[in-house]
């Protein structure tokens, strides 16, 4: 009985140990904030996934991006890869918010910076290829608006074949453009896009290779509302709306599971026809040895 009680509480202990050690998360990023003039701006990165398969996601920093701002910056600089609070409907859904090392202050644009020099190695830069030929995307927020951007780009790409060596390219994209609308003080539209013109062949893995990445931030006037800041969302989607659904998936996993169903009842149907089989015999002889006498 000792035994099962210490099986039973051993994982709660684990849990609570490790509750009490693991480094607290920063609280979540309000929305609907009034910013004053040089405020600062919280750029939240969430996850990385497929573009055919948003419901594919991973850690924005599963990729060996930036972590830490490795410029001069007039304010305290902000490390990455911190976790956010979050609560359960955004864990479900797979969310994983965590800090982002670029400064940006309220309506001061930025017309350039280096965000840090990564020095990557040849499996991470195989990490970063991988994820371009499968059409990744990043996922960035700023308050509760939602941004979606590519990390590269593959060019001369066999739809069959794949890459074509000698005539493939694949391209990083390390520089990112934030373009934010503002009305009454209040940030109301959020976008981020890559620079083409900036991008960094990654074609070879093979050797090592030091990425510079950088960013530009735009601040404009916006007529639309607070209210209805998430309208624009509505018709404009990055991601597809419609999933197609993989029937002969289905149909493969759905008799699967009667097949497996099937085995297991024939098995336990076996097993309980000789437990029944053995205690009726156990039961006959029992009454035999009782009828004694006269």
């Not at 931030?217 to 969302?233: A, G, I, M, N, P």
Request: proline residues 4%; aromatic residues 12%; contains cysteine.
């Amino acid at each position: 009985m000792t035994n099962i009680v210490r099986k039973i509480l051993l994982p709660f202990t684990l849990l609570l140990i490790n509750s009490c050690f693991v480094k607290a998360h920063l609280k979540k990023v309000e929305i609907g904030l009034t910013y004053k003039p040089h405020d600062e701006v919280h750029i939240i990165a969430n996850k990385i996934g497929p573009f055919n398969n948003p419901t594919e996601t991973y850690r924005f920093y599963s990729l060996p991006f930036c972590q830490e701002h490795g410029e001069d910056i007039m304010v305290e600089p902000r490390k990455g890869a911190l976790r956010h609070r979050q609560h359960l409907g955004q864990s479900i859904v797979g969310d994983r918010r965590e800090s982002s090392p670029y400064s940006v202050t309220f309506n001061d644009n930025v017309e350039f910076r280096n965000l840090c020099d990564v020095h990557l190695s040849p499996d991470e830069l195989k990490q970063f290829k991988d994820a371009i030929h499968n059409s990744y995307f990043f996922e960035m927020y700023v308050e509760d608006l939602p941004m979606w951007g590519s990390i590269g780009d593959v060019v001369n790409e066999d739809i069959l074949v794949g890459e074509v060596a000698g005539f493939s390219k694949t391209y990083l994209f390390p520089h990112l453009i934030f373009k934010f609308g503002i009305n009454n003080d209040r940030i109301v539209s959020a976008t981020v896009n890559t620079d083409t013109d900036r991008k960094i062949d990654i074609t070879q893995t093979d050797k090592e290779m030091t990425v510079k990445f950088t960013y530009s931030v735009q601040f404009f006037e916006s007529d639309l509302e607070w209210k209805d800041r998430l309208s624009t969302y509505i018709d404009n989607r990055f991601l597809p709306g419609k999933f197609e659904i993989h029937w002969l998936a289905v149909i493969n996993s759905f008799v699967l599971v009667l097949l497996l169903t099937a085995f297991l009842t024939i098995i336990l149907m076996r097993v309980l026809k000789n437990d029944f089989s053995r205690y009726m015999e156990i039961e006959e002889d029992t009454m035999e040895e009782e009828e004694s006498g006269w």
